[in-house]
């Protein structure tokens, strides 16, 4: 009889009605939004450590060859070592180990490194996660990064270098999209768009910040530490504090943990736990134990297959725009001052980014940036608007491609939301990591703008305005999931397309091919 009294006063909620009662942007949210700023910090550090680290310094002729030698095209190639030395004696990279003439290829291969091991391992790794769960995935990820950070600090040739940060990028690729999709899943899509904004200004930030540490520090190995105390407290923090992800543990069929992992956010948030509630899908289903998505399933649905590769071409086009531009920077005046200004210079671009997307929705706000973009760098294709200075070196063509930079650049945020909100739970990880594959495309060519700029600095500007084009009509065909719910399954992925009409006129994936019953 007790029994069936508590059957009665069972309550069925949704997993984001459950957390808005144990409140949606309480003390945990903050936390762990913090968390993601942080590990966006991290990584954009260390994306750019090499570059800012690759600066070649000032250096001092020694004699009178050396003075005529730097006015032709040779510069310090054709010199030996008496004939000149660095004004300074900080050390970085280039000057460790000798990145010039026949080994300034060197430079761009450090990069291109990095963005390899991001694009070889995500696809893997997200799967890790899709299998494993956020928690577990996120803590490993967190943990090696630690451990490789300590190995660049004691390398002594540039091969233990690059073998290390083949391995920070690996490490990036996993820890992003677990970090990020833990976000997502443990508050509304409307606190979500903002902590990806702030984390996305936070990349940007510590892209500003490895270059003022690279300028102002004697040694490379002080480079270094920054980023260890970052990765150290995101992972002290993220054990001690976050737990699972109730959107995984209800896909997985374990409910009753997912109720408790509510209620721990109940417990940081100082509200009351949950009591007599059943956890539903979005439509109202319950959904029983099953086994992983796989990537078949995924592409025998028209609608995700389309909407994965039109998602997936425009992060590749926002990431040749950000990283291409950025490694242009050595022919835009000052390279520290712009790489310091590009970090900058993005956040009040993002923030704004947040209001469009949650006013006027997602569509509209990422088409408009990119056509802002593009606008920008069709303008700084104007030859007499690199000859008006506005401050120092900083002309307005350089104003126009760091415009067009934080236009683009400021996207990669809105995307990481827009994609997780158009594909189901058990398949979010696996489908971000496709179209963040997409994107490390983009970052392998984007070190190769060094030496395409000794052909014509044009070339890149011209194939990141085709880009921008074919990426601006594609997102036409995505729809728009401004206060939707997260998808469970690829039935309520369906319904959002129905919902706007673009639902195919004959499906492939039909419900006998998954017995009926959503995933």
């Not at 309480?26 to 968390?35: E, K």
């Not at 993005?346 to 606008?375: H, M, N, W």
Request: net charge positive.
């Amino acid at each position: 009889y007790n029994e069936y009294k508590s059957y009665l006063r069972m309550r069925s909620l949704t997993i984001l009605k459950s957390l808005e009662e144990v409140n949606i942007i309480g003390r945990f949210q903050l936390t762990l939004g913090g968390i993601l700023i942080l590990s966006s910090l991290f990584a954009g550090y260390i994306t750019f450590q090499f570059q800012s680290l690759s600066v070649q310094p000032p250096i001092q002729c020694l004699s009178s060859k050396c003075l005529e030698a730097i006015k032709t095209s040779d510069g310090i190639c054709s010199l030996s070592d008496s004939d000149w030395k660095y004004k300074d004696d900080k050390t970085n990279w280039l000057t460790e180990f000798d990145l010039t003439c026949d080994r300034i290829y060197l430079i761009s291969l450090g990069t291109t490194i990095y963005f390899l091991g991001f694009f070889l391992s995500v696809s893997p790794l997200c799967i890790f996660v899709d299998k494993f769960g956020r928690k577990t995935s996120s803590l490993v990820f967190l943990v090696l990064q630690i451990a490789c950070m300590a190995l660049l600090w004691t390398s002594n040739s540039i091969t233990q270098i690059l073998a290390v940060r083949f391995l920070l990028g690996a490490l990036h690729g996993g820890a992003s999209i677990s970090v990020c999709v833990t976000t997502s899943e443990f508050t509304s899509p409307r606190y979500a768009t903002l902590f990806m904004m702030l984390s996305s200004a936070g990349f940007s930030i510590g892209g500003g910040v490895a270059g003022l540490f690279a300028k102002w520090s004697s040694y490379w190995q002080f480079t270094v530490l920054p980023p260890i105390v970052m990765s150290v407290l995101c992972t002290a923090v993220f054990w001690y504090l976050i737990p699972e992800t109730p959107y995984w543990l209800f896909a997985k069929g374990y409910e009753s943990r997912a109720i408790d992992s509510i209620n721990i956010v109940a417990y940081y948030n100082k509200m009351p736990k949950l009591e007599h509630v059943e956890l539903v899908s979005s439509s109202g289903e319950v959904i029983p134990p099953k086994k992983s998505q796989s990537l078949g399933i995924i592409f025998k649905s028209d609608i995700l297959r389309n909407s994965i590769i039109f998602l997936a071409f425009n992060w590749f086009t926002v990431s040749i725009c950000y990283y291409g531009l950025e490694f242009n920077a050595g022919t835009l005046g000052d390279e520290y001052l712009v790489m310091m200004v590009m970090g900058c210079f993005d956040t009040p671009f993002k923030i704004f980014l947040f209001y469009f997307a949650e006013t006027y929705g997602r569509q509209i706000s990422t088409q408009t940036y990119l056509v802002s973009c593009l606008v920008c760098l069709v303008l700084s294709g104007l030859s007499f608007l690199d000859r008006i200075s506005v401050y120092g070196n900083f002309t307005v063509k350089t104003f126009l491609v760091v415009s067009g930079r934080a236009f683009g650049g400021s996207c990669f945020a809105l995307f990481y939301i827009y994609t997780g909100e158009i594909l189901p739970t058990l398949a979010r990880s696996l489908g971000m990591s496709i179209c963040s594959t997409s994107a490390r495309v983009g970052s392998l060519l984007a070190p190769m703008v060094i030496l395409v700029n000794q052909i014509s600095p044009s070339i890149i500007y011209v194939f990141i305005v085709v880009c921008l084009v074919i990426a601006i009509s594609m997102l036409r065909r995505i729809p728009e999931t401004l206060g939707q719910p997260l998808p469970n399954s690829i039935q309520d992925c369906e319904r959002l397309f129905e919902s706007q009409g673009m639902m195919p006129s004959k499906s492939r994936l039909s419900r006998s091919d998954v017995g009926g019953k959503p995933f």
